[in-house]
Nanobody, 121 residues
Framework: QVQLVESGGGLVQPGGSLRLSCAAS????????MAWHRQAPGKERELVAS???????NYDDSVKGRFTISRDNAKNTVYLQMNSLKPEDTAVYYC???????????????WGQGTLVTVSS
């Protein structure tokens, strides 16, 4: 039905930058809120940032001023620009989207497979 495919993860030194992308494809009528979550080893998954269909954004306090979430509605894609990365940002990053499928009146949650971000010298 719907696939969310993330890209852009990798190894970066402290203070560096990475840009994550997540493209949604399939039988999509509309996408409401899109978000990035992360899960570090031994920790629970947490919300990093979200963006509504009208581009209202929300950030966890730990990433405010360093990360920027954006979206391209024409491409059904959400981005996460991560600057001034710290070792504690190391985690698997997952994108999440609230999607209404063609022929449906309901919105469903979909998740990507995750992309690993490692911040280390």
């Amino acid at each position: 039905q719907v696939q969310l495919v993330e890209s852009g993860g990798g190894l970066v030194q402290p203070g560096g930058s990475l840009r994550l992308s997540c493209a949604a494809s399939g039988s999509i009528f509309n996408i409401n809120t899109m978000a990035w979550h992360r899960q570090a080893p031994g920790k629970e998954r947490e919300l990093v940032a979200s963006i509504t269909g009208s581009s209202i954004t929300n950030y966890d306090d730990s990433v405010k001023g360093r990360f920027t979430i954006s979206r391209d509605n024409a491409k059904n894609t959400v981005y996460l620009q991560m600057n001034s990365l710290k070792p504690e940002d190391t985690a698997v990053y997952y994108c999440n989207a609230n999607i209404r499928l063609l022929g449906s009146v309901y919105y469903l949650q979909f998740w990507g497979q995750g992309t690993l971000v490692t911040v280390s010298s």
